[in-house]
């Protein structure tokens, strides 16, 4: 009975999270489109300069926004249980720093606009300076939805903000308000998730203040702040440097090409981290091993992600031309460089989530100490060469930090290096599969940026055709994953009623 019930168990936990996975892809995969076309509308209105502008002022918001990094939403969905005061504790420390971080911005937003001459910072970040205090009442019923693994609630709540915020920036846009324009689409997706969490997590609405466990909590949070202060003033300091030494166009290109790998990325980890996050959590709870779940959760992301980021690296010009214009032919050379840098960070993007759960944080301080300054002084060298070299530079950063993570992981979910050789050997061919046809259409082409789009549509749509043969010939997780969900949506056929007799 008892190994029963363990399977039953086991079954029903696979099928919520295939639940799970159903719902956010459908809800990412519609506002990827969404995003996809808006984020093209609006970089052929603005240009980039402005959007340089934008992206400064987000930074800055960004490099605050890390005081906020308390792991608050990882405690609450971690909590063995929730009761009213550790509820009234959270909701306290998460307002307080919510109104620091407001208030800091306000201060900074006179210092950085007088910094880098430019007032367009200074407006942004008087209006992004709401956003804070909006999240006041957002946290708790959002983290409270995630834990109870509702998330068809989580992709609801995705699909409308985004979609109104998005369609809103447009609005904006056109209507002649400038990069003011992105400011104002931020403002109004925190209103409407907060709305929204609210609505579908009314049962865990709080507003009262209380202290009752703060010791634990704080403890927890110093923890995660330490790790999210060094990764990311890492990351707005390096933006911070590039703006200066390279200029606000150079920026701007910088982060339109990182923001064509960060929409893929980013989407994926809200697909599936925030889903598999719950699960393992839940199984180190249990003491359950990680290895099976990792392992085949690695074979997913490589055998998807790796394909997707070379492709975009061999096809980045005719992409860049397509969807915004001659003016972003800087960004060409920073995307397919940015795009390699991805691809390398993908076996180690489980790594902060595997940390958490497993209570390794202080020794993920310790790697971040080490590994943080040293990236940041590559990249400040990148700056002073070549916005190119600048980006080569994130590929050194993903080589090191694989390098540091890899020996840990492997003995967090109980793998060793001979379970990856396969995985990343198929991922390779998968890979090779994917962009050879590509590949060979744009040498032909000397590699051109106007290489005719008929062509590379063709030889992209090939290489996706033998990657998914090549996915088939190895019974691959996605294919199986693929043919399930086939299964599932075919008719099942009458069955005919047995004859009189």
Same mark, same amino acid.
């Given at each position: 009975?008892?190994?029963?019930?363990?399977?039953?168990?086991r079954?029903?936990?696979?099928?919520?999270?295939?639940?799970?996975?159903?719902?956010? *892809?459908?809800?990412? !995969?519609s506002? /990827?489109?969404?995003q996809?076309?808006?984020? #093209?509308?609006?970089?052929?209105?603005?240009?980039?300069?402005?959007?340089g502008?934008?992206?400064? $002022?987000?930074?800055?918001?960004?490099?605050?926004?890390?005081?906020?990094? /308390?792991?608050?939403?990882?405690?609450?969905?971690?909590?063995?249980e929730? +009761?009213?005061?550790?509820?009234? *504790?959270?909701f306290?420390?998460?307002?307080?720093? $919510?109104?620091?971080?407001?208030?800091?911005?306000?201060?900074?937003s006179?210092?950085?606009?007088?910094?880098?001459?430019?007032?367009?910072?200074? +407006?942004?970040l008087l209006?992004?300076?709401?956003?804070?205090?909006?999240?006041?009442?957002?946290?708790?019923?959002?983290?409270? #939805?995630?834990?109870?693994?509702?998330?068809?609630?989580?992709?609801?709540?995705?699909? /409308?903000?985004?979609?109104?915020?998005?369609?809103?920036?447009?609005?904006f846009?056109?209507?002649?308000?400038?990069?003011?324009?992105?400011?104002?689409?931020?403002?109004?997706?925190?209103?409407?998730?907060?709305?929204?969490?609210?609505l579908?997590?009314?049962? =865990?609405?709080?507003?009262?203040?209380?202290?009752?466990h703060?010791?634990?909590?704080?403890?927890?949070?110093?923890?995660?702040?330490?790790i999210?202060?060094? !990764?990311?003033?890492?990351?707005r300091?390096?933006?911070?440097?590039?703006?200066?030494?390279?200029?606000? !166009?150079?920026?701007?290109?910088?982060?339109r090409?990182?923001s064509?790998?960060?929409?893929?990325?980013?989407?994926i980890?809200?697909?599936?981290?925030?889903?598999?996050?719950?699960?393992?959590?839940e199984?180190?709870?249990?003491?359950?091993?990680?290895?099976?779940?990792?392992?085949?959760l690695?074979?997913?992301?490589?055998? /998807?992600?790796?394909?997707?980021?070379?492709?975009?690296?061999?096809?980045?010009?005719?992409?860049?031309?397509?969807?915004f214009?001659?003016?972003?032919?800087?960004?060409?050379?920073?995307?397919?460089?940015?795009?390699?840098?991805?691809?390398?960070?993908?076996?180690?993007?489980?790594?902060?989530?595997?940390?958490v759960?497993?209570?390794?944080?202080?020794?993920?301080?310790?790697?971040?100490?080490?590994?943080?300054?040293?990236?940041?002084g590559l990249?400040?060298?990148?700056? =002073?060469?070549?916005?190119?070299?600048?980006?080569?530079?994130?590929?050194?950063?993903?080589?090191?930090?694989f390098?540091?993570?890899?020996?840990?992981?492997?003995?967090?979910?109980?793998t060793?290096?001979a379970?990856? $050789?396969?995985?990343?050997?198929?991922?390779?061919?998968? *890979?090779?599969?994917?962009?050879?046809?590509?590949?060979? $259409?744009?040498?032909?082409?000397?590699?051109?940026?106007?290489?005719?789009?008929?062509?590379?549509?063709?030889?992209?749509?090939? !290489?996706?055709?033998?990657?998914?043969?090549?996915?088939w010939?190895?019974?691959?997780?996605?294919?199986?994953?693929?043919?399930?969900?086939?299964?599932?949506?075919?008719?099942?056929?009458?069955?005919?009623?047995a004859?009189?007799?």
């Amino acid at each position: 009975m008892g190994c029963q019930r363990s399977e039953h168990s086991r079954n029903t936990g696979v099928a919520s999270i295939r639940h799970s996975f159903a719902w956010m *892809t459908v809800a990412n !995969g519609s506002l /990827f489109a969404l995003q996809f076309v808006v984020s #093209i509308l609006i970089a052929r209105l603005l240009g980039p300069y402005e959007m340089g502008i934008f992206a400064i $002022a987000l930074s800055i918001v960004g490099m605050l926004s890390i005081f906020r990094s /308390f792991g608050l939403g990882t405690y609450l969905i971690r909590a063995p249980e929730l +009761d009213r005061p550790l509820l009234a *504790t959270l909701f306290t420390i998460n307002a307080a720093l $919510a109104l620091v971080i407001a208030l800091a911005i306000l201060l900074l937003s006179a210092v950085g606009g007088a910094l880098l001459k430019e007032p367009g910072v200074r +407006d942004l970040l008087l209006i992004l300076a709401i956003s804070p205090v909006i999240g006041i009442f957002d946290f708790i019923p959002a983290s409270g #939805i995630e834990r109870r693994g509702e998330f068809r609630s989580v992709a609801l709540v995705n699909v /409308f903000r985004y979609s109104i915020a998005n369609v809103a920036t447009l609005y904006f846009a056109y209507s002649g308000h400038g990069y003011m324009s992105l400011g104002y689409g931020q403002i109004i997706s925190a209103v409407i998730s907060a709305a929204l969490n609210n609505l579908f997590g009314r049962r =865990l609405i709080v507003i009262e203040f209380g202290l009752q466990h703060w010791r634990d909590v704080m403890r927890f949070g110093t923890q995660m702040l330490t790790i999210s202060m060094i !990764g990311g003033l890492q990351g707005r300091i390096s933006d911070l440097l590039l703006s200066k030494f390279l200029g606000l !166009g150079a920026f701007g290109l910088f982060s339109r090409a990182t923001s064509l790998t960060g929409v893929l990325w980013e989407n994926i980890q809200a697909i599936i981290l925030r889903v598999m996050i719950v699960d393992f959590a839940e199984q180190r709870r249990r003491k359950m091993s990680l290895r099976h779940s990792y392992l085949r959760l690695i074979q997913v992301l490589t055998g /998807f992600l790796w394909p997707a980021f070379a492709g975009i690296a061999v096809v980045s010009g005719p992409l860049v031309i397509l969807l915004f214009g001659e003016n972003w032919a800087g960004a060409i050379a920073p995307l397919s460089i940015l795009s390699v840098s991805a691809a390398l960070f993908v076996p180690i993007m489980l790594a902060w989530d595997i940390f958490v759960i497993s209570n390794e944080t202080a020794r993920q301080t310790r790697i971040e100490i080490i590994r943080a300054p040293i990236s940041l002084g590559l990249f400040a060298i990148g700056c =002073l060469i070549s916005l190119e070299a600048a980006a080569a530079m994130k590929i050194v950063e993903a080589v090191m930090m694989f390098l540091f993570y890899r020996p840990h992981l492997e003995r967090l979910t109980d793998t060793r290096w001979a379970d990856y $050789a396969s995985i990343y050997g198929r991922s390779l061919l998968l *890979t090779l599969a994917a962009v050879l046809p590509a590949g060979i $259409a744009m040498t032909l082409c000397g590699w051109s940026a106007h290489a005719p789009l008929p062509v590379v549509f063709t030889s992209v749509g090939a !290489g996706v055709l033998a990657w998914a043969c090549l996915l088939w010939f190895f019974e691959h997780p996605i294919f199986e994953e693929v043919r399930r969900v086939v299964a599932r949506l075919r008719p099942t056929p009458a069955v005919a009623a047995a004859p009189p007799l």
